[in-house]
């Protein structure tokens, strides 16, 4: 079975926002701040676990307007102050029980200073063009672009 090529298996986001890279930065490793944007839009997040550095966990709870959470776990493989991070999506005990959970991923995030501004990618890479298609399918993109434009906001704001 032939393997996909990384670019039938990755999701690349980048955004320019109109903040310096500190700032930037420090909406990722402040779990009060995190909370204040992560997740899609109308969604509220509760960050219960921030252990930022490699190896450590992040545990974020995402409630809908409705009042149905959604539990996550990552785990940070490596950080490298202040240009990148890379996480993944570890399975939760919640999630163990449901049928067909989400596929995993593996985010690298890169912080590209550019005077006062930030050069912000995120590269989401999956185990297959399959996997790919199902998170997209599950709304994926919309979701983490609803979140991007939220810290957009947040960091207009400061």
Same mark, same amino acid.
């Given at each position: 079975?032939?393997? $996909? ?9 980048? +955004?320019?926002?109109?903040?310096? #890279?500190?700032?930037? &930065?420090?909406? @990722?490793? $402040? ?5 204040? &944007? &992560? ?12 252990? @930022?550095?490699?190896?450590?966990? &992040? ?5 809908? !307007? *409705?009042?149905?959470?959604? !539990?996550? #776990? ?14 993944? !999506?570890? +399975? ?5 029980? #449901?049928?067909?959970?989400? !596929? ?18 995120? +590269?989401?890479? @999956?185990?297959?063009?399959? $996997? ?7 709304? @994926? ?7 991007? *434009? ?9």
């Amino acid at each position: 079975m032939a393997q $996909d090529s990384l670019e039938q298996r990755e999701l690349v986001i980048t +955004r320019r926002l109109k903040a310096p #890279r500190n700032l930037v &930065w420090r909406t @990722f490793e $402040d779990p009060y701040l995190l909370a204040q &944007w &992560w997740g899609p839009e109308n969604f509220t997040s509760a960050i219960t676990r921030l252990e @930022f550095r490699a190896g450590g966990e &992040w545990h974020v709870t995402m409630q809908r !307007p *409705d009042g149905t959470e959604h !539990p996550v #776990r990552y785990q940070f493989v490596e950080i490298v102050v202040p240009e990148r991070i890379v996480y993944r !999506p570890l +399975r939760s005990p919640e999630a163990v029980p #449901r049928r067909n959970p989400p !596929p995993t991923y593996l985010a690298t995030l890169t912080f590209e200073a550019l005077g006062n501004e930030t050069v912000f990618t995120m +590269r989401a890479e @999956f185990e297959s063009a399959a $996997d790919l298609a199902v998170a997209m399918n599950g709304g @994926f993109l919309e979701g983490t672009n609803q979140a991007f *434009d939220k810290l957009e906001r947040q960091l207009a704001s400061r």
